[in-house]
């Protein structure tokens, strides 16, 4: 009777240590990164530029799986999910934002992410309010809704019948991938540290130039730019793997996109200013506004370069030169002194500062007429190709060549 009760055990003793699926540990760590990458899809795919944006369109065979794989590996409710992401961008750094580091702190949103989406989550107004639109057929209602957490528990049974007791870790990096990355990361490093290709109202940043390990989402300034739009890259040195899967969906008929990125058409040069150059300014402003960024920045590496040939010193324009393309209202109280050095010392930056900001009012003051903003484009353009700035010329140039 012994013997079949150590069997048992040995049994027993020998699932805990490899379970069904015995791999090595390398294999083990390949199959939670795994999981875990289709999870991250899943999110930046289905909820976010699906279900949050309505960038594109599934086919009920992805959706229904990006549905399901959602359950299991985060217990997350599409249209929670959903509400509190538009809520973001609705109420974003202000003090309804549910998420932002800007009013609560980096440390909160990276941390205690999740605990902040949850609480978010009890807000009925909030679901009520931003959660239209989601999917409400009765898998969802029965299923997904009513028994959120039954899907994380399966995936555990799941996990430790493969791999016995270490099932419990690789489970556990699966509950924490989402709320680390997304909840963490994103929402709070992604309003917080990194770089803008536009200057949008929010904090937002491109945390990377390479969206692999959260799929795309690391471009978040880019996203916030466009949030309606299914492709996040918007730079030659910028790569969305989520775009890479919408492509490959679109490719079998799975996906349909609705958005990308504007883009800047240049036409023939007209002679003058027009309608059609304000109607493309306006259109792509935030595009045209990272040009003559661009432009700003040649003109301050090119007086670094002759302040270094001439061995002075150049630490006041390199300190000031990532403040003098934003909106006078973003640049922080500190940096406004060494921003008067540098503009009254260098003359050709003072004209780029002072017209980026009459050009961005050609849009942001609604208040003038059709006719009224063309006749003050076209004499900002006028002014610009006047000034002896050669990168102020050449901008306006170029914009007189624009069209929609």
Request: with cysteine.
């Amino acid at each position: 009777m012994l013997l079949p009760d150590w069997a048992v055990l040995n049994a027993a003793i020998d699932w805990l240590g490899h379970g069904l699926w015995r791999l090595d540990w390398w294999q083990v760590v390949l199959y939670t990164l795994a999981t875990t990458h289709v999870t991250i899809a899943a999110v930046t795919i289905f909820l976010h530029r699906a279900q949050a944006h309505r960038a594109l369109w599934l086919h009920a065979i992805p959706a229904h799986f990006f549905r399901f794989w959602l359950w299991l590996g985060t217990g997350m409710v599409t249209k929670e999910w959903v509400a509190i992401h538009r809520k973001h961008h609705a109420r974003c750094e202000s003090p309804d934002d549910p998420h932002s580091p800007q009013t609560r702190g980096l440390r909160t949103v990276v941390w205690r992410g999740a605990e902040l989406y949850r609480t978010e989550s009890g807000n009925q107004e909030t679901i009520r309010q931003f959660g239209h639109g989601t999917p409400d057929d009765w898998l969802e209602r029965n299923v997904y809704t009513r028994y959120d957490w039954q899907g994380v528990g399966l995936m555990l049974i799941l996990n430790l019948a493969l791999f016995g007791a270490l099932g419990a870790t690789v489970w556990a990096v699966q509950m924490l991938w989402i709320p680390f990355w997304a909840a963490g990361v994103v929402n709070g490093v992604g309003h917080y540290w990194g770089y803008r290709n536009f200057e949008v109202r929010d904090a937002s940043t491109n945390i990377l130039p390479w969206g692999i390990l959260i799929g795309g989402e690391e471009l978040h300034n880019n996203h916030h730019t466009y949030p309606t739009s299914a492709k996040f890259s918007v730079r030659r040195a910028e790569f969305d793997l989520g775009w890479v899967y919408i492509r490959m969906l679109r490719k079998v008929g799975w996906a349909t996109v609705r958005k990308v990125p504007p883009k800047l058409q240049l036409g023939e040069l007209r002679p003058v200013a027009d309608e059609k150059t304000l109607e493309a300014l306006i259109a792509n402003r935030y595009e045209v506004m990272a040009g003559y960024a661009r432009g700003i920045r040649r003109v301050c590496k090119e007086e670094i370069a002759a302040l270094q040939a001439r061995q002075a010193d150049a630490s006041v324009l390199k300190a000031a030169r990532r403040w003098l393309h934003r909106d006078a209202e973003k640049v922080p109280a500190g940096a406004l002194p060494q921003l008067a050095q540098v503009r009254a010392a260098y003359p050709a930056l003072d004209k780029l500062v002072t017209m980026r900001e009459e050009l961005r009012q050609l849009w942001s003051d609604t208040a003038q007429s059709r006719a009224q903003l063309t006749a003050d484009l076209q004499a900002w353009c006028r002014r610009a190709e006047e000034s002896g700035v050669a990168v102020l010329r050449d901008f306006s140039i170029r914009l007189r060549a624009a069209h929609v």
